[in-house]
């Protein structure tokens, strides 16, 4: 048969229809409380901007930067030497060209001189062309250098010893003594040649390397020779003197290390032709010879 279903109980008995409003507590025994909800603040509205008017503007003061009394504010003016001008530099200069015709190419390298030694005091006179006779110092070394090298090659030595052996006339005791052969003289007199050749470039190059300290010497020499002249100092004009005499003996020794290199690369060059013709001409009318013995 059917059955009714019950009513959930959900923890309270609904009222009665028509009637009072019941009392009776609910099963937990806890009434709930209603939810609090609170309206919303109205939310204060943020500070408007504080709006700083711009400073009016200031143009910058110019910097007020007060001249000592002893500075002038017109033009530089000129160093004052003690009479050292322009016309006195080229009266030296013109004394100078009469001394030697030669100076005349070297004007404006000359001139300079003049101006500094016109500056220069009493006491640095002896220094004067320092800068040239160190650099020109090591040129006797390299002299030497020279020298030995060309001894050690001997190319005039080896170039007599072939043409001696190549026209020797052959005797019979020949045959019971050991003498070089035209090959040994061939390898010799090559090796001579390419050490010959390597030598060339580099005294070239020494020369170059001379040369121009030499000239720069030179021009000091002049410019203190004249400068002398127009010395009233005693003993600056005895110090100027000395250091003349020591500046053209070191010119002297310069001179002779220029023209021993010229000589050396005369030298090398005479040996190096005559070296070719003996390779090419001698030596093989050499071997030819004494085939046909």
Known sequence: ?????????????????????STEQPACGRVPRPLAVSAPSPRTP?????????????????????????????PPRELNIGGRDGSKVDAMLARAFDIDADMVQFKFRLKPRFDTLLLTSTDDIINWGERNLTALRDVTQEKVKIAK??????????????????????????????????????????EVRTKLSVMLPELSHLREEIFPDAEDLRMGIMALRVMVEWMDDGVGKTFAQNRVSTLVASQQ??????????????????????????????????EIARSSR
Not at 5 to 18: S, V
Not at 46 to 74: D, I, M, Y
């Open 1 to 21: 048969m059917a059955r009714t279903p019950k009513p959930l109980n959900i923890g309270g008995t609904p009222p009665a229809t028509g009637g009072a409003p």
């Open 46 to 74: 943020a500070p408007a901007p504080v709006v700083v008017p711009p400073a009016p503007s200031r143009a910058p003061k110019p910097l007020n930067v007060q001249t000592p009394a002893h500075v002038s504010s017109g």
């Open 253 to 286: 020794t310069v001179l002779m290390v220029l023209q021993t290199i010229d000589n050396t690369k005369v030298l090398c060059g005479t040996s190096i032709q005559t070296i070719d013709e003996l390779l090419t001409i001698t030596i093989p009318n050499w």
């Open 149 to 190: 090298r060309i001894s050690d090659i001997d190319a005039t030595g080896w170039i007599k010893k072939t043409q001696e052996e190549a026209t020797r006339v052959p005797s019979f005791m020949d045959r019971f003594t050991q003498r070089e052969t035209p090959a040994f003289y061939q390898a010799k007199l090559k």
